[in-house]
């Protein structure tokens, strides 16, 4: 079974960066999508950015562009977000997902989730 586990949240200042890591457990993550989602208190989860089982095709949510970067190395069997620019509004939980080969979707249908990593963004 497909296992993802976050890390790299905590707390940063506004402007600031972090970067979070998806590493996955027990099979070989090179054959999935991974898509990032975050979900603040009272909101709606939403997705942020997904990169293709190849690493060649990448999407962002509108929100996010150019602030946020999704990269993979299948070689770690990890995949990273790059996070700056940050801003109090995505203070949030941020999860990674796994899906099969399929076209990267931003919002699409991910089966495997991780437990979340905590991202707080305050001076």
């Known amino acids: 079974q497909l296992q993802l586990v976050e890390s790299g949240g905590g707390l940063v200042q506004p402007g600031g960066s972090l970067r979070l890591s998806c590493t996955a457990s027990?099979?070989?993550?090179?054959?999935?999508?991974i898509g990032w989602f975050r979900q603040a208190p009272g909101k709606e989860r939403e997705g942020v950015s997904c990169?293709?089982?190849?690493?060649?095709?990448?999407n962002y949510a509108d929100s996010v562009k150019g602030r946020f970067t999704i990269s993979r190395d299948n070689t770690k069997n990890t995949v990273y977000l790059q996070i700056g620019s940050l801003k109090p509004d995505d203070a949030a939980v941020y999860y990674c997902?796994?899906?099969?080969?399929?076209?990267?979707?931003?919002?699409?249908?991910?089966?495997?989730w991780g437990q979340g990593t905590q991202v707080t963004v305050s001076s």
């Open positions: 990169i293709s089982s190849s690493g060649g095709s990448t």
């Open positions: 027990g099979f070989t993550l090179r054959y999935y999508t």
């Open positions: 997902a796994g899906r099969g080969p399929v076209p990267c979707q931003v919002n699409g249908e991910y089966g495997y």
